[in-house]
Every structure is written in C-alpha cells, then in structure tokens.
C-alpha cells in the first residue's frame, strides 16, 4: 500500500513540540507554531510509533500513536480549559449496517411448512 498523508493542525495559543517515541527512545520530531499545520507521511508497514506532544519539548501532554495516523487523515489540537484536546476527522466514513449488506447479505429463511405440521407427518405429535 502506498503512503497516506496525514495532517497535525495546532489550534493552541502555544507552539506545540513533537517528539517521537520508540520504547526508551526519543527524539525531537517537529515544531508547529500556533495556527499552522504539520503535515507527517505514515506507511502501513512502518513499525509502531508514539508521537508526544506540548508546550514545552519534555513534557507528553498528548500522544498520538501511529496507528491514529493511519486512521485519521486531519488531527486537530485545541485548548480546553488549559489542556489539550484532540478532534480525530476519520480518513475512511463507514456506515456499519451499509457495509454489513454489501459484504454479507442476509439470506431469508424459506420454510415449507411450520414445524408442527412435520412433526405429525413423522408420526411423533399424536
């Protein structure tokens, strides 16, 4: 599969530091002033990451994962009463029960007859 964009818009009055984790490994990834986005390039087949984010660049007062990057092609950062708060827009929209019909219709069941009546044709009601 190729690679998906997926873009990190910084809503704060802050600018946001974003550092990526890998188990005991950090590293200072990307720096976006308040308003501007970030746009960071994901492969399916890459390993997991965990992406910190905040105000200052020790400080993970947000993670996003990898996985998140996959998944969401918009993450927006706000403030909500001093903290930061995260709106996912989905890459994919599914409608669950539209999706269900189209992968696997459900068959209806066609009976002959009730079972009470093949139950005496057998001879055992009676």
């Known amino acids: 599969m190729a690679p998906t964009m997926t873009e990190v818009v910084n809503n704060t009055q802050q600018v ?12 200072d990834f990307a720096k976006i002033e308040r308003g501007l986005t970030h746009t960071i390039e994901v492969d399916c087949n890459d390993t997991y990451m965990e992406y910190s984010m905040g105000p200052d660049p020790s400080g993970n007062d947000l993670i996003v994962t990898s996985d998140d990057l996959w998944d969401y092609k918009r993450i927006t950062i706000t403030e909500l009463d001093g903290k930061l708060d ?13 999706l269900e019909n189209e992968v696997a219709p459900v068959a209806k069941k066609q009976r002959s007859s009730s079972s009470w009546k093949q139950w005496i044709r057998l001879g055992l009601l009676l």
Not at 16 to 27: E, F, P, W, Y
Not at 92 to 98: G, K, P
Request: proline share 0%.
């Open 16 to 27: 946001l530091h974003m550092s990526v984790v890998n188990g005991r490994c950090c590293a």
């Open 86 to 98: 995260v709106h996912r827009e989905l890459r994919f929209l599914y409608c669950c029960e539209q």
